[in-house]
């Protein structure tokens, strides 16, 4: 019985940058390199990969076999939003989800059996129906066996391979090496493969394990298992809760205003009802570039902290790779840690104790009058010629 479903979005991520630009998806495309990143190309248009190109091939590579090829900016955050919004369709069906990447997730069918009909074709057509857009699904013994299928699948004709491992590897024997690049782990195999004349999966499977292991080391381990059908558990994600803070920038803002327009995204984040006094140890910050495209980087923080002070130095570092002038600045919550108990202070003991003592106050007027009742005015452009431009006010932290 097969029992990974996978769900399979072709180039997700350069349909989400090109928008409604749809006609560059006939076109030699592909996603231009991040600000800051490796010089290495993103997911490419059927045209692009008639030249050879393909996703991490190199720039300069790409543009000598294609001088045509057009480079889209990538959107980091929109790719992020709009995956969230398909794991959400998908976990609504019941679905244990683990996301791969953007455009490639896999969950386990077995346990949604009974609740679809009792059938794996009745739980395809579930997740087909959720999903709400084109995709294409496959399901196999493995999530790797499931992949090989979604890759042959067309849309709403889901490909099937029965059986167990011994069927599975009989699937995947004739299949290209170029599979590989589906997995983070074994991405970067393909080509070394190809220049030993190792062309399909079969072939792979074929060598002697330990010669793997001396020549590709872990990686080669991983892909000669994949090849014979084996594969590890599913890691189903737990849903998480989204929290987030949004700022509309008026222009191009830049060195001490882009500060202070972080501060009030920080302040407003951790006012916050829903945060329940929980602290952070991880956020998004994100930014709509003015001259098109997106910017997303992760913040992990050392330890758990609801501390502002702290916040705004570890953020202000990560806004200084701002690539180019946005004109929207967003700050998410990524992952919550436990409540916020003995908060390390850049102040002094008995400054902290104060500082305790007026956060209760401002929780009890709040409570009292309403989430407005305590507020600070934080000066933004003290230059301004407008008045409304010269101060905010912000959540008091």
């Not at 991520?13 to 928008?19: D, M, P, W």
């Not at 495309?29 to 190199?58: D, K, W």
């Not at 543009?63 to 794991?87: F, H, Q, T």
């Not at 299949?175 to 220049?195: I, N, Q, S």
């Amino acid at each position: 019985m097969s029992s990974v479903v996978c769900v399979l979005f072709p180039r997700f991520e350069l349909t989400v940058a090109a928008g409604d630009r749809e006609e560059l998806l006939r076109t030699p495309a592909a996603l231009a390199p991040e600000a800051g990143r490796e010089q290495h190309v993103g997911a490419c248009s059927p045209a692009a990969e008639a030249f050879g190109i393909h996703a991490g091939m190199a720039l300069g590579e790409a543009l000598a076999r294609c001088p045509s090829l057009a480079l889209v900016p990538p959107d980091p955050a929109g790719v992020a939003d709009r995956w969230e919004r398909v794991l959400v369709r998908l976990e609504s069906i019941g679905a244990a989800v683990e996301p791969e990447r953007p455009g490639l997730a896999c969950f386990a069918a077995r346990g949604l059996l009974r609740l679809h009909g009792g059938s794996l074709e009745r739980v395809l057509d579930a997740a087909s129906r959720a999903l709400r857009q084109p995709a294409r699904l496959g399901a196999g013994p493995s999530r790797f066996c499931a992949l090989a299928a979604a890759s042959r699948a067309r849309v709403r004709r889901p490909a099937v391979v029965p059986g167990g491992e011994a069927e599975a590897a009989a699937y995947l024997a004739p299949l290209p090496v170029a599979l590989l690049r589906g997995r983070r782990e074994t991405a970067e195999l393909p080509e070394p493969l190809a220049r030993l004349g190792i062309e399909t999966l079969g072939a792979l499977a074929a060598l002697p394990r330990d010669a793997v292991a001396d020549r590709f080391g872990a990686p080669g381990l991983l892909a000669h298992e994949l090849a014979r059908g084996r594969d590890g558990r599913l890691a189903p994600r737990q849903p998480p809760e989204r929290l987030a803070e949004e700022l509309e920038l008026p222009e191009a803002l830049s060195g001490v205003q882009l500060d202070r327009a972080l501060h009030l995204l920080v302040d407003r984040l951790l006012a916050r009802r829903e945060r329940r006094g929980r602290t952070l140890r991880a956020v998004v910050l994100a930014a709509k570039l003015v001259e098109g495209g997106t910017w997303r980087e992760l913040v992990p923080f050392r330890e758990a902290l609801a501390d502002p002070v702290r916040m705004r130095l570890a953020l202000a570092q990560r806004l200084a790779l701002l690539p180019a002038p946005a004109e929207r600045l967003r700050l998410a919550v990524e992952r919550f840690g436990p409540p916020a108990s003995d908060q390390r202070s850049l102040l002094d003991e008995a400054a902290a104790v104060r500082r305790a003592r007026l956060r209760e106050a401002v929780r009890q007027a709040r409570a009292a009058a309403g989430a407005d009742a305590a507020l600070r005015v934080l000066a933004v452009e003290v230059d301004s010629r407008v008045p409304e431009r010269r101060v905010v006010l912000t959540p008091f932290e």
